[in-house]
Each structure stands twice: as C-alpha cells, then as structure tokens.
C-alpha cells in the first residue's frame, strides 16, 4: 500500500501563492497517473488537477493559475498555485485517480485577508 504525504499548505493573502507537495512511499510510480485534490467545508472532494504520461488536465476554476508537475526520481508530485482565491481555501490531498490509494491527511490552504 503506497502512503501519501502532503505539505506546503498555509494562510496567504488573495492574490498569492503556494506550492504543494506530494511524496508517495512507494517507488517506480513514474507511469501512474496523480492528482491533487481539494474539499471544502461542507463541499465534496473535487479534483483539481491531474499529470500523466505529461498529460496535464485541470478544472475550469483553476486553469490558468494552477500547475501540477511530478519528480519521478524523488516521487513528488507539486501543485503550483498562483493568483489564489478565498475560493481555493480546502485541504488539498494527492492521490491516483485509478489507484485511489488511502487518503493521507491533507494540507490546510486557506486564502484570506
């Protein structure tokens, strides 16, 4: 069972940025899809974000704002977030749209001022 573990989460002002990361405890995931994800209170998980075989796929309320990237060799996965939106306050959690490995416990992003 592959274990994942977000972080780069925070409070930051409208306008800002941040950078998520993913590791994953496994290895030679370089050929399996990622994504990030967010849940807001009282919403349901949503994708945000998805890379595979340098495929990158986004929802409509982030594109343009967010990337999404991979290290295979360090197997992290990043979500650069630009221009964040009170909007984009969730905790975001990794995972593998089609191995859907146990959620780790997520990062806090909140955007406020």
């Known amino acids: ?3 994942l573990g977000e ?3 925070g409070l930051v002002q409208p306008g800002g940025s941040l950078r998520l990361s993913c590791t994953t405890s496994g290895s030679g995931l370089s050929f399996v899809s990622m994504a990030w ?3 807001a209170p009282g919403n349901q998980r949503e994708l945000v974000a998805s890379i595979f075989n340098g495929y990158k796929n986004y929802a409509d309320s982030v594109k343009g704002r967010f990337t999404i990237s991979r290290d295979s060799a360090q197997n992290t996965v990043y ?4 221009n964040l939106k009170p909007e984009d306050t969730a905790v975001y959690y990794c995972n593998s749209p089609r191995a859907m490995w146990s ?5 806090q992003v909140t955007v406020s001022s």
């Open 79 to 82: 979500l650069q977030m630009n």
């Open 37 to 39: 994800y967010r849940q």
């Open 103 to 107: 959620w780790g416990q997520g990062t």
């Open 1 to 3: 069972q592959v274990q």
């Open 7 to 9: 972080s780069g989460g």
